[in-house]
């Protein structure tokens, strides 16, 4: 159960290789959650390129990532198969959550690809299975998740959307659709929950450094995984429904939103 | 037939969660309920007047008993009353006072019933020299799951009353009670009260003085600075004899009509109780009290329940509701009950109204609450940053000083810290065991604690 204080018991990780999901997973065990279930795709090759956070030497997964929660605290680490771009399998990887969490408190859906552009529009099949995982995987695990939690009475899904999605850039372009579908999708989800004792708090961050961020130029407001599960676990406590990380881009995209198309083609190319 | 949903929370609001609502209007009812399968738990309701998630249950059936028969039944000469557990004791004091019986313990609430009451063995301002509630309940009736009915008294079997009494519920569905009531002459109180300068002074005028008391509690303030922390309005009274009233009243010293409920607004702004607000609230607080006056006759409500008075005042504390921290400490762990108050003071934490109470012996019930020592009680904004953490840390010291946190008003305590504050949590366990082999009763509390059979699956 999240307590009065918004501290939880259970977490699922949907993408259980995210570094911003681990992040948050591993703040939410520091303050107090104890079983968690980390839903990986299974034949994923461990990642080659070393990062600094949240498991200084990562890529040995899951053994590293699952010792590091156990040593935040967690009494209980599990692994279980999960596909985004599979939903044949979602159901399962859901009753094997259940089956080792009992209630699960949250959910989190950090799973997703960044992929390039260019090659996207070389190959557009490149761009159609991008957008599978970062859109209709989502909405397949959403809707999974969103009846768990109702039959439940409680709990929460956070959702790892981007700014990427509040206004797209052309040059960003299915990423950034995909980002803006899948933001429709969790604010539309959020009331449809709205009673049901279940949310779903919409996470908008901008660019943040990490694997999958590596080598690319930083965008303005670069945020870590560190700041991210602290805003996530800040907005579970006062039940934020949109998160954004750093909290200034909001005001920062209020103001982009109205940018004449023009301007907006140049500011972001 | 369906049942109707609904969004449930405690009195503190935080936490909602959302169960299917059964409101039965006889023991058979709640029979039939407990008799079906509950695949995610049952538990009983009253009033809602727990802070906390003790009478919530999500996903599962939430087993409203206000609506249970019950009316009072009072054998005049005994003092003993039965009474229907969705009774509340604000109706139980209205019908007992007018023939010259009052309960034999009151919460700082009459809104509770008299199955809540018992669930979390409540105590009140005479704990000292009475006890908690199930020091003078005589007999429980239960239904227990699978659907039995089942009276069960001290006597008849021990571990089941005393598993239940405190039992929060997990035991069975508590359907009337017979409890023994005390005798008095008027519905008023004879009353003292008398301010203090400081926390030691408080604690050292309650030590050697509470015994010459039937009721004492002290309201202290943890807002004030510069060494007048826990200062306080120290309240101490005794019910008043008819000879005591004044004149007019002697006519009709039994006449119990609390006031009209103001009712406080139903919103207020996020963060109205600050710490700012709270420190000139609790000013005026101790400024309006006497320095010292002896012998003032005031009536049950006031002395007992002056929050009664403003309905919906929880709500002033904001969309984020409020959670309150209740704890006691063994006699001689005074350093500990210090630290809490400068830790609390210290983070900015500061509590509008706080309570301090001395606790006389417990009971046998394993769960109960009170244990021989100093109680406090606090009034937080759940919506306060970093009490979280700070609350942790503060369970680490009542835990460490032998002490422990009251479920009836926890919505936070961590599972880890169950069996560390009530060591008996096996023996209540293996009584709850015998009544609910299959783990159908389960309450968020529960689950949160991991304290019945459901809320510890897997």
Known sequence: MKNALGTVGTVLLLGGRSEIGLAVTARLVRDGARRVVLAVRADEPPSASPSAFPFASPPAFPHAAVAALKEAGADAVHVVPFDAADPDGHAAAFRAARDRLGDVDVVIAAFGVLGSQAACERDPRAAFRSATVNFAGHVSAGLHAARLLREQGHGTLVVLSSVAGVRVRGSNLVYGAAKAGLDAFAHGLADALTGSGAHVMVVRPGFVRTRMTEGLAPAPFPATPAQVADAVAEGLRLDRRTVWVPGGLRVLFAALRLVPRPLWRRLSR | MELPQRLLTGFGRTAPTRASVARPRSVEEVAGLLAAAAPRGLIARGLGSSYGDAAQCAGGLVV???????????????????????????????????????????????????????????????????????????????????????????????????????????????????????????????????????????????????????????????????????????????????????????????????????????????????????????????????????????????????????????????????????????????????????????????????????????????????????????????????????????????????????????????????????????????????????????????????????????
């Open chain 2, 64 to 458: 409203d008993c206000t609506g249970l028969p019950g009316r009072p039944r009072l054998d005049p000469e005994t003092g003993r009353c039965a009474v229907g557990a969705g009774v509340s004791l604000d109706a139980l004091m209205r019908a007992l006072l007018p023939r010259g019986w009052f309960v034999p313990v009151t919460p700082g609430t009459r809104q509770v019933t008299v199955g809540g009451a018992v669930a979390a063995d409540i105590h009140g301002k005479n704990h000292h020299v009475d006890g908690s509630l199930g020091h003078h309940v005589r007999s429980l009736t239960l239904v227990l799951p699978g659907g039995e009915v089942r009276t069960v008294t001290p006597e008849s079997d021990p571990a089941l009353f005393w598993a239940t009494v405190g039992g929060m519920g997990l035991t069975g569905v508590i359907t009337e009670a017979v409890v023994q009531c005390v005798p008095v002459e008027t519905a008023f109180l004879r009353v003292d009260t008398e301010r203090t300068r400081d926390l030691d002074h408080t604690l050292e005028l309650m030590a050697a003085t509470d015994d010459h008391h039937h009721y004492s509690v002290a309201w202290i303030d943890l807002a004030a600075g510069k060494g007048a922390t826990g200062r306080g309005v120290l309240t101490r009274g005794r019910h008043a004899r008819r000879d005591e009233l004044p004149a007019r009243r002697r006519g009709t010293p039994l006449a119990f009509a609390p006031a009209t409920r103001l009712r406080a607004p139903g919103w207020a702004p996020p963060g109205l109780l600050n710490r700012h607000t709270v420190r000139a609230f609790n000013e005026a607080w101790y400024r309006r009290a006497p320095a010292l006056r002896r012998n003032e006759i005031q009536g049950i409500a006031p002395f007992f329940h002056p929050l009664d008075g403003v309905r919906g005042w929880n709500a002033l504390y904001g969309p984020r509701g409020l959670v309150q921290y209740q704890f006691v400490v063994p006699f001689g762990a005074e350093p500990v009950l210090r630290a809490v108050a400068g830790r609390l003071a210290a983070a900015g934490a500061v509590s509008f109204l706080a309570v301090l109470k001395r606790f006389g012996p417990g009971n046998p019930a394993p769960l109960s609450f009170p244990m021989p020592g100093w109680t406090l009680a606090l009034d937080l904004p759940a919506g306060l940053g970093g009490l979280a953490a700070l609350l942790t840390e503060l369970d680490e010291r009542v835990a460490g000083a032998g002490g422990r946190v009251y479920l009836a008003k926890d919505a936070r305590l961590p599972a880890s810290m169950l069996a560390r504050m009530y060591p008996r949590l096996a023996e209540w366990d293996a009584a709850r065991r015998a009544a609910d082999p299959t783990g159908l009763l389960g309450s968020d509390l529960a689950r949160r604690l991991s304290l019945s059979q459901e809320g510890r699956k897997p």
